[in-house]
C-alpha cells in the first residue's frame, strides 16, 4: 500500500458488505496522481483499498497488478465499475464521479457490486488530513 495515512473502511450499505476494512485516503495532487504505483501486489490485500478524492477517473500506470475501481458520486452512489482493470491503463473518466475506490481485484465481484449500490465510509482520523 502506498505511505501511511488515515485509515477507515468502505461499507457497501446496500449489499451490506465490507469493500474494504483498511482504507486509506489520497486527497493531495500528490497522493492521488501517485496512487497504487510501484506497490507490489502482495501489499494490496483483500480488505485494503485507496479512496482518490477528489476523482473523475483513476489509471494504472506503473502498477504490478490489476484492481477494480468503484466510482462514486457525492452521495457516494456507485455510478460506475471497473473491474479487473490492468496495469498501464486509463480508465473511464465520469464526470459526475465525486470520488474513486481502488480495491484488490475480485473485490466487486466477492461483494456484488453493484451501480446504484450507496457506500458508506467512515475514516478513523479526520478527512482533511492526508496521505503523504
Known amino acids: 500500500m502506498p505511505a501511511h495515512g488515515p485509515t477507515g473502511y468502505a461499507f457497501n450499505r446496500t449489499r451490506t458488505t465490507y ?14 496522481f501517485r496512487g497504487l504505483m510501484a ?3 502482495s501489499r494490496f ?6 479512496w482518490i478524492v477528489p476523482s473523475h477517473g483513476v489509471h ?3 502498477m504490478r497488478f490489476p484492481i477494480d475501481a468503484v466510482y462514486l458520486d457525492q452521495e457516494r ?12 491503463r486509463v480508465a473511464a473518466v465520469r464526470v459526475h464521479a465525486a470520488s474513486v475506490l481502488e480495491l484488490p481485484i475480485g473485490t466487486v465481484s466477492d461483494t456484488k457490486t453493484e451501480v446504484g449500490d450507496r457506500v458508506d465510509i467512515l475514516m ?9
Open 45 to 50: 490485500r483483500p480488505g485494503q483499498g485507496l
Open 124 to 132: 478513523e482520523r479526520p478527512l482533511d488530513t492526508e496521505a503523504a
Open 77 to 88: 452512489i456507485v455510478i460506475h465499475l471497473e473491474q479487473g482493470l490492468k496495469p498501464w
Open 60 to 62: 494504472t500506470f506503473a
Open 19 to 32: 469493500l474494504a476494512t483498511e482504507l486509506l485516503i489520497a486527497r493531495s495532487h500528490w497522493s492521488r
Open 39 to 41: 506497490t507490489d501486489a
